[in-house]
């Protein structure tokens, strides 16, 4: 049974920084394309970042790239998501979510989630 559970949320202030760990039970993190998504409040869920299965490249909204950092490790059979300088509109459940294929940004193509981890910023 596959499990991926998120840790690390909480509430802090504008400028902050958090991170996010996803471990995973069930699957091996190095097999899949490991990927963050946030959902805010009235919103969609939106991707915000990915590392890729078969190497360590990453890719990044826009919104959020230079700062936050994805990272991957094995060992632990963990995926992280730091986050820096995190502001007001960083607020919203953010979820882990691991795809066997090729990279995608699309969250229909991920096989497995987690059940989110809440992130507050306060201005």
């Known amino acids: 049974q596959v499990q991926l559970v998120e840790s690390g949320g909480g509430m802090v202030q504008d400028g902050d920084s958090l991170r996010l760990s996803c471990a995973a039970s069930?699957?091996?993190?190095?097999?899949?394309?490991m990927g963050w998504f946030r959902q805010a409040p009235g919103k969609e869920r939106d991707f915000v970042s990915l590392i890729y299965r078969s190497d360590d490249n990453t890719f990044y909204s826009a919104s959020v790239k230079g700062r936050f950092t994805i990272s991957r490790d094995s060992a632990k059979n963990t995926v992280y998501l730091q986050m820096n300088s995190l502001k007001p509109e960083d607020t919203a459940v953010y979820y882990c979510a691991a795809r066997r294929g090729g990279v995608s940004i699309s969250e229909s193509m991920y096989d497995y989630w987690g059940q989110g981890t809440q992130v507050t910023v306060s201005s």
């Open positions: 069930g699957l091996f993190v190095g097999d899949y394309a």
